[in-house]
Structures are given as C-alpha cells and as structure tokens.
C-alpha cells in the first residue's frame, strides 16, 4: 500500500531521525522513497551516512518532490518553513506535523495558496520520546479531507515505531501529559524504585535492570491481559503480604493523587502553551 508514497523529512533531529529508521526498519519505505532537510551541514551529513537516504537541496524541493511532508522541526521553527513550502505543495499533498502545540488550523492557514485552498490535508502528531526505540505512543489528529486509505497510511507511518491511535484534536493536550510528558514520571518512579534497592545494598546498575523490568513487564500485562489494572494489582496483593503493605504504604504518601497531578499539571501547561 505505502510504497507509492515518497516522504520528505523537514527537520531529522531527535523525532525525524527515529521517525526516519521505524519507516526504514519496518519495511514501510525503501531508502529511496525518503529524502530529507536539516538546518545544518553536519546534521545532514550525519543523517545520510546514519540512513544512506537523501537529502533535498531545500524545503520547497523536497514539498514538491514528496507526497507525504513531515514536519519535524521545534514548534518555534515551523514559522520559517511554512512559508518556504506553501507555493510547491499541491492538492494530493499530506502535510503531517509533530510540533507540540501547533493546531491543524494554525498550519493549514499558514499554507494556504490558489493551489491547495480548501484541499490540502493537514494531520497532527504527538508521539513520545520512546520512539528513539521503536515504542513510542502516538496520538494522530487529522483535518476532514483525509480518506480512510489516507488516514491508515499516516497511522502506518507512526505504527512503524510504536503504538499509534487516531484522537479527537480537542485531546492533544491530554495526550501531551498523558504520554507526551508522563515517560518522565516514570523514569522517576524507576529511579527511585532503585534508589531504595541501592539503600537496600543491590548494586545500581542491577537495581535499574529490575526496577525498568518491573515496570515494563507490568505495562505489558495490562496491554496483552486487557485486564483491569485493579484487578491486576489485586492478583499481586496476597493476604498479610508484603504488596499489600507497600500499596497501603503508598496510599498513605498519596501515590495515586501524586501521579494524577503530575497529569494534570502538564496538561494544564500544553493547554497554556497552545493557547500562546
Ligand atoms: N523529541 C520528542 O520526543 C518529541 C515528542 C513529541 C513531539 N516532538 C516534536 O518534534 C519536533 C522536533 O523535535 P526534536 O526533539 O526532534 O527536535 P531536534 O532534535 O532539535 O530536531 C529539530 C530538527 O529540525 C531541523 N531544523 C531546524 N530548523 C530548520 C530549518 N529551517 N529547515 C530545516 N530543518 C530545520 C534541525 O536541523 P539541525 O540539526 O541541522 O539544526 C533538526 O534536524 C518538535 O516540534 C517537537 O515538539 C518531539
């Protein structure tokens, strides 16, 4: 299905260079269906000889040469581009953004012209840092002139490094700090999980190994199970066990309450940030 699409990168950094090897790895493009532009020379050097792709002499080369445009530069960056790429795109165009906070309306009145007035399609993505290992979780909104076909092949486009679900833009910021910013908290609770084995006298390195399994394992049992984490968590919680103290333990520092403020907190800042 996806090999007639050519895909131009504009920005390979952190998330165009892990969106670049799922697409590659995956088997959903050939080294020649993708080109690219960064900033820098050395970037682009590197990008090249990391992928053995292409580069384009410029944004508006790589609009015109390209069905599928990613933008994957920092929000504060896409005011440049916009203007650089607005004459070369067409009607068959797919414009897909990944700039936290930028609206589909924001890029598409951005890249309005005579050509693509009232056609172009314009998709929004926010996926996580674990796309730098091929499990990001994504969140994919899109504008209303993308066909189902159109539609599944941008999902494929993210499905190629991780988990990726169409939503609502209206859940954008929600998604921002449920998934967006939420890898943070984790490495948090696994820091500190092994920061109590290393009190405990485990070695850190260990300590690491077993505190990330354990929370990697448990994701994949809710994910696989399908079962409700309650019931899950109760699964572990013997009677008169060692679970079943840590859990009031943790009930009694508001462990629950914690992590659903840290939600909240970062979805209350990207609705801030949008709203800017
Ligand atoms: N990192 C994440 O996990 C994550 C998660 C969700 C969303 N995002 C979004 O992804 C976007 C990119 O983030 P990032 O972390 O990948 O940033 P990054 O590592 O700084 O990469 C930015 C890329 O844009 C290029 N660039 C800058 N100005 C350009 C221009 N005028 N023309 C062409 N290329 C240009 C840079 O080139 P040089 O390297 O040559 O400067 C670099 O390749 C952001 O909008 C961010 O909101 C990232």
């Known amino acids: 299905m996806s090999k007639k699409y050519k895909y131009g990168f504009i920005g390979a950094g952190n998330m165009g260079s892990s969106m670049i090897s799922g697409l590659l790895e995956s088997g959903l493009a050939e080294k020649k269906d993708i080109t690219f532009v960064t900033a820098h020379e050395d970037s682009a050097k590197n990008i090249e000889e990391r992928f053995g792709i292409e580069r384009s002499k410029d944004a508006a080369s790589l609009s015109k040469e390209s069905n599928v445009i990613i933008l994957a530069v920092k929000p504060g960056q896409l005011s440049d581009i916009l203007p650089d790429i607005r004459e070369s795109l067409d009607a068959g165009s797919i414009v897909v ?14 890249l309005l012209s005579m050509e693509v007035a009232g056609k172009l399609k314009v998709a929004r993505a926010m996926p996580n840092t674990p796309a730098a290992v091929g499990e990001a979780m994504s969140a994919v909104c899109f504008n209303d002139r993308f066909s189902d076909e159109e539609k599944k092949e941008v999902l494929s486009i993210f499905r190629s490094f991780g988990v990726a679900e169409e939503v609502d833009e209206g859940l954008m910021d929600t998604v921002t700090g449920l998934s967006g910013s939420s890898p943070a908290f984790i490495y948090m609770l696994i820091e500190a999980m092994a920061d109590e084995a290393v009190r405990h006298g485990m070695k850190r390195d260990k300590a690491y190994t077993f505190a990330a399994q354990a929370v990697k394992g448990s994701a994949e049992m809710v994910l696989k199970t399908k079962k409700h984490p309650g019931e899950l968590k109760d699964q572990v919680t013997s009677p008169g066990g060692t679970t079943i103290e840590g859990v009031r333990a943790l009930e009694e520092k508001g462990f629950r309450k914690a992590i659903m403020e840290g939600i909240d907190a970062a979805i209350r800042r990207s609705l801030e940030m949008s709203q800017n």
């Open 97 to 110: 953004s990944v700039a936290a906070g930028k609206s589909i309306s924001e890029i598409d009145n951005a």
